[in-house]
């Protein structure tokens, strides 16, 4: 008699993974990603601002083994369902191994619960839905924008700063918007102006003092 097959659930955290398999029981196999598989290469920009910004995707150094056992698991399994964090950087990871697993985009397999409990898990399992391509976005344009800008100014940094700093897609804007500010403050020229307040009334003037009669002398 050929053995039920598993249903598997990835997550990011062993330490989680542990824990959501003590709650779901035998039916079910709890695998870790631990965190990102896919990023883009360090030795490359990585994007394409030509070709729509398009993003080249290559597995984290050191990942290979845990991708391995992932397909492995999901291979056997009867259902996969993608339980990384709730925040676009999960949503991320999620994207990544749907097409590691070659999951279609469109199928409801991905879950999320913001807290681990029995309860919690249980109804997550109950309700997947899509991935949502919103956060998927937003997570490649934060990432595009650390190449962008980290690895054209970094190396002004080590040139003109210290040897070994990075820029930041935050922190290399707001400086520009410091330094922008600053020289406004410096060519601004004062000019002296006056504010001038007044109290008027439109209504007939009231006269006051007491009334005289003229001496008939």
């Known amino acids: 008699m050929a053995a039920t097959k598993q249903k598997l659930i990835i997550v990011e955290s062993p330490a989680k993974a542990k824990t959501i398999g003590r709650y779901l029981g035998k039916g079910y196999k709890v695998e870790a990603s631990q ?33 391995s056992r992932i397909r492995k698991e999901a291979k056997n399994a009867s259902q996969v369902y993608f339980a990384t964090d709730p925040d676009r950087e999960g949503e991320a990871i999620s994207w990544h191994l749907f097409h590691v697993l070659g999951v279609d985009e469109k199928a409801p397999c991905r879950i999320e619960f913001n807290e681990v409990t029995k309860k919690a898990v249980q109804n997550a399992i109950k309700n997947p839905r899509r991935l ?72 007939p003037v009231l006269q006051t003092g007491r009334k005289r009669n003229r001496s008939a002398n």
């Open 132 to 203: 949502d391509m919103g956060r998927i976005d937003a997570q490649q344009a934060r990432r595009a924008l650390d190449r962008l800008v980290g690895y054209k100014i970094s190396p002004l940094l080590w040139a003109k700063v210290k040897k070994g700093l990075s820029a930041g897609r935050v922190q290399s804007v707001a400086t520009r918007m410091v330094v922008d500010r600053e020289n406004e403050i410096n060519a601004f020229i004062p000019e002296e102006y006056w504010d001038i307040t007044a109290e008027c009334c439109t209504g």
């Open 35 to 67: 965190g990102h598989v896919c990023d883009l290469p360090k030795s490359q920009l990585g994007v394409d601002p030509e070709k729509d910004f398009e993003m080249k995707y290559i597995t984290i150094r050191g990942r290979g083994d845990i991708l």
